[in-house]
């Protein structure tokens, strides 16, 4: 029977390995995938969401159970580091477009998908941010507005706007549906 | 472009898989207390090491052998079950190698008597004019008496006056050792 995050949390700070690959197994799936689409970068997010997990088991962490969940914390945890490695990035070298700026980029399966991803990158990171919760992990209003410490309704007004600019972008890519006169 | 066409649209953005080095490097990243590698260990030699000191110093002032305190006398009547628990196992396993051998008895130097294997460790040799000879290959048995030897793929011994020599067609011991032999007339 499990015995819910906390305790396994409890376990792993006590040092069992299993307890903590158990929280990992658990949650790394959509971290990596939200990592991965803000970085646009395999290595950036692999260490990104070891870094997340790592820092669970430290004296210092943040996590309060009695405030949000662990999902939600992990999610906030990836979208800091996800940023900070951004503005790093930006500090170092100008920005590339996110289609030309990893080779796993080249990978993409076709045209339209090159495309979504270039028009992600290009959105603001605010909008971005929101987008990529509310869309790909399906996360609530109210989960994103706890990980972006934004307001629901701030964090809806983003996701609008996020989509206006979606639709602009990729009209040239809309789905060609049958549509009766 | 309504919102079912652009959702449509975005899906076609798929993140990949995680690489198998996320999980490998996270666990070679967990920090591991000492008690899970060399504590442990350490912790059994260390009472090991803690009882043999205790017990040095208390013979030390008695003056006593270890097997007069009752902890040692148990440690060496467990040790001796095990070993002889070994020693029948290993008798076992020589007596079911004769048994598939081939064994053929010779007495005096002529092909005679038989050979029968009514227990595990036990062979039984009928002798024509001497008896029954029961052989064992483990010592220390009530009613047997050691009084030949098995080497290689032989087993000799002497019943009464004649010599018998069990001939196998492999080797079913690298080293000499003694065989016990009762005699049942």
Request: positive net charge.
């Given at each position: 029977?499990?015995?819910?995050?906390?305790?396994?949390?409890r376990d792993a700070r006590s040092g069992r390995e299993a307890a903590f690959l158990k929280i990992f197994d658990d949650h790394h799936l959509p971290l990596y995938r939200f990592a991965w689409r803000l970085t646009g970068s395999a290595a950036d997010a692999e260490d990104i969401v070891q870094e997340c997990f790592l820092a669970l088991l430290r004296p210092g962490c943040g996590f309060d159970p009695g405030r949000t969940s662990l999902r939600t914390y992990l999610f906030g945890a990836v979208r800091n580091q996800a940023l900070n490695q951004l503005r790093r990035r930006?500090?170092?070298?100008?920005?590339e477009s996110f289609d030309r700026r990893t080779p796993e980029t080249e990978t993409l399966r076709d045209e339209m998908a090159g495309a979504v991803a270039a028009a992600i990158a290009e959105l603001p990171e605010s909008q971005r941010e929101v987008?990529?919760?509310?869309?790909?992990e399906q996360l609530s209003l109210a989960e994103i507005a706890d990980i972006t410490q934004l307001e629901v309704t701030a964090v809806k007004s983003r996701?609008?706007?996020?989509?206006?600019n979606l639709r602009e972008t990729l009209a040239a890519y809309a789905p060609?549906?049958?549509?009766?006169? | 472009m309504n919102d079912q066409e652009l959702d449509q649209v975005l899906d076609s953005?798929?993140?990949?898989?995680?690489?198998?080095?996320?999980?490998?490097?996270l666990r070679a990243r967990?920090?591991?207390?000492e008690r899970r590698g060399v504590a442990r260990p350490l912790r059994w030699v260390l009472a090991v090491a803690a009882v043999s000191a205790t017990l040095a110093l208390g013979m030390e002032k008695t003056g006593a052998s270890p097997w007069d305190f009752r902890i040692g006398q148990t440690l060496q009547g467990w040790y001796d079950a095990f070993m002889t628990g070994v020693e029948l196992h290993h008798a076992a396993y020589n007596v079911e190698m004769v048994r598939n051998s081939d064994p053929k008895v010779y007495i005096d130097g002529k092909l005679a008597g038989t050979l029968e294997f009514k227990h595990a460790t036990r062979m039984d040799v009928d002798v024509p004019g001497e008896g029954v000879y029961s052989l064992i290959l483990v010592h220390g048995v009530k009613g047997f008496a050691e009084s030949g030897t098995i080497h290689d793929n032989v087993?000799?011994?002497?019943?009464?006056?004649?010599?018998?020599?069990?001939?196998?067609?492999?080797?079913?011991?690298?080293?000499?050792r003694p065989v016990f032999v009762r005699v049942r007339p």
């Open positions: 029977m499990s015995k819910g995050p906390e305790q396994d949390l930006e500090q170092g070298i100008e920005r987008l990529l919760l509310a869309h790909y996701l609008q706007r996020a989509r206006a060609r549906t049958e549509r009766t006169i | 953005w798929e993140a990949p898989a995680p690489p198998r080095s996320l999980r490998e490097g967990f920090p591991r207390t087993i000799e011994f002497h019943a009464g006056s004649r010599q018998v020599r069990i001939e196998c067609n492999q080797k079913i011991v690298h080293s000499e």
